[in-house]
Every structure is written in structure tokens, then in C-alpha cells.
């Protein structure tokens, strides 16, 4: 919130999330304020003549234009081993006057390591949530036991498709949304305010861990339809920070629900949520990198056998 109170505030500035939906969701918002500001991801341009502001997904971070602030979110995925990269070329390819790094403390030893390098000044500032989450005594075991504001985590599409099917096979007064990492944002604007609305019909919530990375909605209880995900190497248990990250979505500050539940579908489940929520985190060591384009680019025209020792050297 404050970072985007900050980047608000100031006469240019950029947002780099995770999602496009979150970068559409951020540009909707600083439009909804009267500032000009363009969406840029992978999937969709939208540029606004004379913009000041810009909202993008990480990997489109534009790294040659200079900005008064920038808000780079989840900057724990630093660490992770496919897209770490990105927020490494980020965060110390950015030209601003301030950055604002939103994520978990895990965080903290890398960006400390990289201001070294950088010389540049950090400022550490830790939030408490602001609502209480418990986790439930014993899972719900069938999908018939859900309540209004629940919110089914699955990690793929042919999932959640399938539980919003069993779910409103028990009755008509039982509709779902769906959101998913890739469903077009105006989609995805239509889920989320028909699951928001308290008026609505569609009193429950099918999602992947999509939801886990602020997006912000009215969710009573998170349960998990299972404890493990393909990350696209292996199917693997969930982290502690991954299960963390997802069931705090649920009893937001100021939303419909102000405290949160968590659990599971099977009673099996349960020990591993529960030794997670209470487990610390590992803190970040290491931070992704990548060659860039144009690094690529200049190593395809030396011939490594007969190149001199300073060009290899100065590539490196």
C-alpha cells in the first residue's frame, strides 16, 4: 500500500509484478486516480500517449528509460531458479531515484549483498498483518462441506475446472469462479467482483496459487485441494513460503472477511500445513541471472577457440 501511495505520488514512475493480471490490476488503478498510465507484458501492449507512469509484468521491466520511483513486487523470487533472473536485471538495471522492494523478509541477506555493490542506500521497513489466520483442526474431506467465501487452491487449469464442476453439481445455489495465472484480465475482473460481490450469486472461489501474489479479494477460507505442484521439472511438495504466501490471502484487512482460515481437502494434508504456517523461512542467498539479448548477442560474434583472454574475460 504504501509503495503504491509512493509511486502514486511521484511525477513518473513503474510498476514491475509477477502477473500480468497484477500489472493490469495496478494500471486500472493508478487510471482510476487520473494517472496516465500504460500496461506493458508480455501478452499486451497498451501504451497511453504522454503516459507518466507504467505497469508491466518483470521480465519487461524497461531498463532504459528513467523514472522518479519504482515498486518491484514479490522481490523474494530473486531466488528462484527459472525467474530469478528478472528481478536480478531489475533491481540494479533500473535508472530511478528510489525503489520500493515489496516481498518477504526472506529477502533481506540478498538485497543487502547487492546495495554493497551498488552503494546505495537501504531502508528496511517490516509490516505485521493486520488481521488474525488460523489454521482449521481437521480438513473438510468433500468439496460438500465448502462455505461462502471459501477459495479451492489447485495448480492446474483441467483442476479447477474439474472442482468448479463437482461443486455446482450439488446444487444451483452453488457457482464458482475461476482465476488462473493466464485468464485475460477483463475475465478475471469479472470473476473476482462477481465472487466479491456479496450480492452475487457465485459465493465461492476455484483458484491456482495465482492468488498467492497480491491479488486482492474477499476470501473467508483457503483450503487446499492438495499439497503438492509440477513446477515444471517435477511434481514436488509445496515450500513453506509457497503454502504461506497462498493462505494468506484469506481474512484480509478492510475486506468482507477481516480473519482468515486455512486447510486442507484430505485429512492427510493437514500435518503438512500445519508444520509450514509454523516453520521459518529460509532466508535468500543467492539471486537469479541471465545473459541478456544483447550479451547473447556479442558472444555469437567471438569465436571462443581463437577470442583473447580480455574480450572473454570482459563478457564474463
Same mark, same amino acid.
Given at each position: 500500500?504504501?509503495?503504491?501511495?509512493?509511486?502514486?505520488?511521484?511525477?513518473?514512475?513503474?510498476?514491475?509484478?509477477?502477473?500480468?493480471?497484477?500489472?493490469?490490476?495496478?494500471? *486500472?488503478?493508478?487510471?482510476?486516480?487520473?494517472?496516465?498510465?500504460?500496461?506493458?507484458?508480455?501478452?499486451?501492449?497498451?501504451?497511453?500517449?504522454? +503516459? *507518466?507512469?507504467?505497469?508491466?509484468?518483470?521480465?519487461?521491466?524497461?531498463?532504459?528509460?528513467?523514472?522518479?520511483?519504482? /515498486?518491484?513486487?514479490?522481490?523474494?523470487?530473486?531466488?528462484?531458479?527459472?525467474?530469478?533472473?528478472?528481478?536480478?536485471?531489475?533491481?540494479?538495471?533500473?535508472?530511478?531515484?528510489?525503489?520500493?522492494?515489496?516481498?518477504? +523478509?526472506?529477502?533481506?541477506?540478498? /538485497?543487502?549483498?547487492?546495495?554493497?555493490?551498488?552503494?546505495?542506500? &537501504?531502508?528496511?521497513?517490516?509490516?505485521?498483518? &493486520? +488481521?488474525?489466520?488460523? /489454521?482449521?483442526?481437521?480438513?473438510?474431506?468433500?468439496?460438500?462441506?465448502?462455505?461462502?467465501?471459501?477459495?479451492?487452491?489447485?495448480?492446474?487449469?483441467?483442476?479447477?475446472?474439474?472442482?468448479?464442476?463437482?461443486?455446482?453439481?450439488? +446444487?444451483?445455489?452453488?457457482?464458482?469462479?475461476?482465476?488462473?495465472?493466464?485468464?485475460?484480465?477483463? *475475465?478475471?475482473?469479472?470473476?473476482?467482483?462477481?465472487?466479491?460481490?456479496?450480492?452475487? *450469486?457465485?459465493?465461492?472461489?476455484?483458484?491456482?496459487?495465482?492468488?498467492?501474489?497480491?491479488?486482492?479479494?474477499?476470501?473467508?477460507?483457503?483450503?487446499?485441494?492438495?499439497?503438492?505442484?509440477?513446477?515444471? &521439472?517435477?511434481?514436488?511438495?509445496?515450500?513453506?513460503?509457497?503454502?504461506?504466501?497462498?493462505?494468506?490471502?484469506?481474512?484480509?484487512?478492510?475486506?468482507?472477511?477481516?480473519?482468515?482460515? /486455512?486447510?486442507?481437502?484430505?485429512?492427510?494434508?493437514?500435518?503438512?500445513?500445519?508444520?509450514?504456517?509454523?516453520?521459518?523461512?529460509?532466508?535468500?542467498?543467492?539471486?537469479?541471472?541471465?545473459?541478456?539479448?544483447?550479451?547473447?548477442?556479442?558472444?555469437?560474434?567471438?569465436?571462443?577457440?581463437?577470442?583473447?583472454?580480455?574480450?572473454?574475460?570482459?563478457?564474463?
Amino acid at each position: 500500500y504504501n509503495a503504491l501511495q509512493a509511486l502514486m505520488s511521484a511525477p513518473t514512475g513503474l510498476y514491475c509484478g509477477p502477473l500480468r493480471l497484477l500489472a493490469w490490476e495496478v494500471s *486500472t488503478k493508478l487510471r482510476e486516480k487520473g494517472i496516465q498510465c500504460s500496461l506493458i507484458t508480455g501478452n499486451e501492449i497498451d501504451r497511453i500517449d504522454k +503516459s *507518466t507512469h507504467i505497469s508491466s509484468t518483470i521480465e519487461m521491466a524497461d531498463i532504459k528509460q528513467y523514472f522518479d520511483v519504482v /515498486v518491484i513486487d514479490e522481490m523474494q523470487l530473486i531466488g528462484d531458479y527459472h525467474r530469478g533472473w528478472a528481478w536480478t536485471k531489475a533491481f540494479l538495471g533500473l535508472q530511478c531515484n528510489q525503489i520500493h522492494l515489496c516481498g518477504s +523478509s526472506t529477502m533481506i541477506p540478498i /538485497v543487502k549483498k547487492l546495495c554493497l555493490e551498488t552503494k546505495d542506500e &537501504l531502508i528496511i521497513k517490516s509490516y505485521n498483518r &493486520l +488481521s488474525k489466520l488460523t /489454521v482449521s483442526k481437521r480438513a473438510i474431506n468433500s468439496y460438500k462441506n465448502i462455505k461462502p467465501g471459501d477459495c479451492i487452491v489447485a495448480f492446474d487449469r483441467r483442476t479447477l475446472y474439474k472442482i468448479k464442476r463437482i461443486i455446482e453439481s450439488f +446444487s444451483n445455489k452453488h457457482k464458482c469462479c475461476v482465476i488462473y495465472g493466464s485468464l485475460p484480465p477483463i *475475465t478475471r475482473k469479472d470473476q473476482a467482483q462477481l465472487f466479491s460481490d456479496p450480492n452475487s *450469486t457465485f459465493n465461492y472461489l476455484v483458484s491456482t496459487d495465482a492468488i498467492g501474489m497480491g491479488l486482492n479479494l474477499s476470501i473467508k477460507r483457503i483450503i487446499f485441494s492438495e499439497m503438492t505442484k509440477f513446477d515444471g &521439472l517435477k511434481r514436488r511438495p509445496l515450500t513453506s513460503s509457497e503454502i504461506k504466501q497462498i493462505a494468506g490471502r484469506a481474512g484480509r484487512y478492510q475486506s468482507i472477511y477481516e480473519n482468515g482460515e /486455512v486447510t486442507c481437502l484430505h485429512d492427510e494434508d493437514m500435518d503438512h500445513l500445519k508444520q509450514s504456517i509454523k516453520q521459518l523461512d529460509q532466508s535468500i542467498y543467492k539471486a537469479g541471472i541471465f545473459p541478456s539479448f544483447e550479451q547473447l548477442e556479442y558472444l555469437a560474434f567471438i569465436n571462443i577457440s581463437h577470442a583473447d583472454n580480455d574480450a572473454i574475460q570482459d563478457f564474463l
